[in-house]
T-cell receptor
Framework: AQKITQTQPGMFVQEKEAVTLDCTYD???????LFWYKQPSSGEMIFLIY??????QNATEGRYSLNFQKARKSANLVISASQLGDSAMYFC??????????????FGKGTHLIIQP | KAGVTQTPRYLIKTRGQQVTLSCSPI?????VSWYQQTPGQGLQFLFE???????NKGNFPGRFSGRQFSNSRSEMNVSTLELGDSALYLC????????????FGPGTRLTVT
């Protein structure tokens, strides 16, 4: 079974609208971290936001927020007031295990977001 | 603070050759992880190093190896290159094994012909 599922291969959104990118995860480990990364066409993976499994509040970083619903194993990324520069691939990722684990990040297939003027 | 650097950025090799990629982590970061990204398989974990020791390795053949130096810089090596090894190889650094966050470098794009 896939550990990270991103069900939206591609999305078109009008500039200045809010965007929600879906991510569901699967783990039996009580300790884990969830991440969102942005990958522009240049290829670099840009860290956006992090949510720990024990965090009580949803993480926020500027225009990015993570809608963490633990019981549903959901970690959706919300981008408020989208901009043309937000056009990129977006990856949801998880790292399992206490203290960061040792198995690296498991990534979803990604969502290709295109912001239209 | 400088980010993660990777060299070279682009590389073209021939089947059967070997290749070495280099990664310098963020200053103060002691863990380095490597990932392979291909259109077919997506992003896959290769291995992670901390204090010059490999902590774990992903599901890759023995042709893929790595090492970490005392200054935390890391290299990965792929021997006997195959066409399927063409990929973007990304390096990520983190403060240490007790932390979750990872910061990526720009990647090395390897093309095997």
């Amino acid at each position: 079974a896939q550990k990270i599922t991103q069900t939206q291969p591609g999305m078109f959104v009008q500039e200045k609208e809010a965007v929600t990118l879906d991510c569901t995860y699967d783990t039996s480990d009580p300790s884990y971290g969830l991440f969102w990364y942005k990958q522009p066409s240049s290829g670099e993976m840009i860290f956006l936001i992090y949510q720990g499994s024990y965090d009580q509040q949803n993480a926020t970083e500027g225009r990015y927020s993570l809608n963490f619903q633990k019981a549903r194993k959901s970690a959706n990324l919300v981008i408020s007031a989208s901009q043309l520069g937000d056009s990129a691939m977006y990856f949801c990722a998880m790292r399992e295990g206490q203290g960061g684990g040792a198995d690296g990040l498991t990534f979803g297939k990604g969502t290709h977001l295109i912001i239209q003027p | 603070k400088a980010g993660v650097t990777q060299t070279p950025r682009y590389l073209i090799k021939t089947r059967g050759q070997q290749v070495t990629l280099s990664c310098s982590p963020i200053s103060g970061h002691r863990s380095v992880s490597w990932y392979q990204q291909t259109p077919g398989q997506g992003l896959q974990f290769l291995f992670e190093y901390f204090s010059e020791t490999q902590r774990n390795k992903g599901n890759f053949p023995g042709r893929f190896s790595g090492r970490q130096f005392s200054n935390s810089r890391s290299e990965m090596n792929v021997s006997t290159l195959e066409l399927g090894d063409s990929a973007l190889y990304l390096c990520a650094s983190s403060p240490g094994p007790g932390t979750y966050e990872q910061y990526f470098g720009p990647g090395t794009r390897l093309t095997v012909t």
